[in-house]
């Protein structure tokens, strides 16, 4: 069934913050393909994404006061704390073995083809697939990994304003393969 | 500042992407209130790249959704929690204030229903004792007219009796006989009209005392050197009819008991006159 109740951006924003279940329920409904399609492309995982993206709508529930619509919109807000928390999961030492656990079975088993959905293929990794080498190491490194540019100046051993000149370049380029 | 080159240097997408210093984000912020072409042009990447999320997306586990509401549970606020809350909140006080409410309307008409009928009972005293007083007035009022036109149609009357014997007393056929007080009466005075046509006697009594109670004055005509009786004077206006007397050479008054006498009491005269 598709959604038949339709709210605009300020009236949803209004019902959630009086704590509306119907608003939060056509948030979800809406957005939380969206955001766990992202929390997976840096997490990799679904069962760590989806447990991430459960984290995720509890504090936008909880912290939808904080979200101040004259910086930007609502799906903004939503997806900086989508990816917060996505690197945090990576982040965790337990996730870090399980991810190193599956890597391991994947190739004692040899899983090509599986119902793994391989994250390159979607979300914002595949327009960055479509990226020069040296552009795309930056956007991996920065946005999925969410490191400074003073850490991949030092990672990459290049100087911060190249960093800042590149990952701009990088991401107006991004833009552009978002629009296509 | 040139915007364009500002909106081109990828700090909107780097601010998008949550990768831009908090400087960076602070100076976005600023000028995106000074120039609407920044603010646009951020919001034009944000929907953009929301709408490639959005069709791109690949949905999360189905149970997932009643998980999170499971544990949203007790923080939603829904329209029967308000609705719940706001009766557990009010209901006593709404109850007190209703029966304050539905009580001082009708307590107030009650007390202000019985200062009317105190007040109205009140001006129908007053407006009856009102009422009774003009009764009288208007029926003393009344009774004064009536004996202001009682005493006017007297007088009327008197005006016209008054008229008639004026009008006699200068009838060229009318002879007058002055009849003057006698010896020890000289203040009295009376006067006889004769008509000589119809020979009828009229008497003015100019001026005597009161008769006492039971008596009464009387006329005499001397004809012949004989009194004969012309008629007791009885109260009447003006001239005063007597009795018709053919020939007379003398006019006398004599107080006599009330109805007259046949003969005269001549210690009691009082005016008499000649005739000519």
Partial sequence: MEQVIQYSESELILLLSQRNEAAFSYLYDHYSGALYTNILTIVGDQEAAADTLQEVFIKIFRQIDSYDSVKGRLYTWMLNIARNAAIDTTRNKGFQKTKQNQELSENVYDFAGSAEIKSDDIGLRKAVHGLRPEWRVLIELAYFEGYTQDEISKMLDIPLGTVKTRLRAALKELHKLIKE | MNTQEYIQSGIIESYVLGMASSAEAAELEQLCLQYPEIKQALTDFESALEANALTKAIAPPPQLKQQIFASLKSEFVTVENKVAEKVSTLTPPLQETNVVKMNQPSRFLAAASIILLVISGGMNIYFY???????????????????????????????????????????????????????????????????????????????????????????????????VDAGVISDCAGLCKMKNIPAASMFAITLEKSGGSETPTLSEMYVAGKVG
């Fill in chain 2, 129 to 227: 004792s009102k009422f009774k007083e003009t009764t009288q007035q208007y029926q003393a009022l009344v009774l004064e007219k009536n004996t202001l036109q009682a005493n006017n149609q007297i007088m009327q009357t008197k005006s016209l009796d008054m008229f008639n014997s004026m009008q006699m007393m200068t009838d060229p056929n009318m002879q007058k006989v002055s009849m003057p007080g006698i010896a020890g009466k000289e203040s009295n005075y009376a006067t006889v009209f004769w008509d000589m046509k119809s020979k009828d006697v009229y008497i003015l009594p100019n001026k005597l005392p009161q008769p006492a109670v039971g008596k009464q004055y009387q006329l005499w005509a001397i004809v012949d050197g004989k009194p």
